[in-house]
């Protein structure tokens, strides 16, 4: 297949997203030498969702990042706009609830959950500021905001190092497992072009969350950015 522009037209995202999903979790483990596990479980401990609290999951894959939530008695609803991606998913926790979503026009009414959290999906959206705003409208008032994604190294020559694996190592290590490098030349790409910590902070205020702050994961690779929606 083709693999998606960065001008990230959704139908293209989507296909791709639904011709790497049935390896897709096990290039992520390879690719990340296995530290795409540690950085969920901070996403997870970020969002701190007690039993019976609703959670919503987007870009949630095949639901890999969903699981701890249900697991620890929170109910999360998966969302994707790969139907390939949920349908895996489906089939190996059948118990959870998964929808079809775009995150720009979410199908939640306002105030549905109680904390949304999105892990390395933001950058693929289409439109990223509607999206936070989305999720903005479907929390409840002093509901949170967990965002997980991709950064910027904060020590200059990591960041060189890193960039170098990231073009050149990362397609064709994910690409080899999946049989589709072409997705990952997009991903490694999306990763590149993606705004700095302080810049996506930036994006969450104007988009209408307080308390707004990050902590960053692994040096700067992975950020997590947190907000909360005005009472």
């Known amino acids: ?19 790497i999903a049935t390896r897709y979790d096990l290039a992520n483990d390879v690719a990340s030498l296995w530290q795409d596990r540690r950085w969920r479980r901070a996403t997870v401990d ?7 609290e609703r959670v919503l999951d987007l870009a949630a ?19 994707d706009f790969s139907l390939g991606m949920l349908r895996v998913g ?3 926790r059948p118990d ?37 705003r989305e999720m903005l409208r479907v929390v409840r008032p002093c509901g949170r905001l967990v965002v ?33 490098r072409g997705s990952y030349d997009y991903l490694a790409e ?13 994006r969450l205020l104007d988009a209408g969350w307080e308390h707004v702050a990050y902590r960053n994961l692994s040096g700067g690779i992975v950020a997590l950015h947190r907000g909360t929606r005005p009472a």
């Open 148 to 180: 997980c994604e991709f950064s910027t190294p904060t020590w200059e020559p990591f960041r060189v190092v890193y960039r170098e694996y990231l073009m050149r190592a990362l397609p064709v290590v994910a690409g080899a497992l999946t049989r589709d």
């Open 90 to 92: 489906k089939r190996r």
């Open 190 to 202: 999306s990763i590149r072009a993606w705004p700095d910590q302080p810049a996506l902070a930036r």
């Open 61 to 79: 894959g095949t639901g890999t990042s969903s699981e701890p939530f249900a697991d620890d008695g929170a109910l999360v609803v998966p969302s």
């Open 46 to 52: 970020a969002v701190a969702a007690v039993p019976g």
């Open 96 to 132: 959870l609830s998964f929808v079809a979503g775009d995150a720009t026009r979410l199908p939640f009414a306002d105030g549905s959950f109680d904390a949304v959290t999105i892990s390395f999906g933001l950058r693929n959206v289409v439109d990223t500021d509607a999206a936070l």
């Open 1 to 19: 297949m083709s693999r998606a522009s960065l001008e990230k037209q959704p139908a293209e995202v989507a296909s791709m997203f639904d011709g």
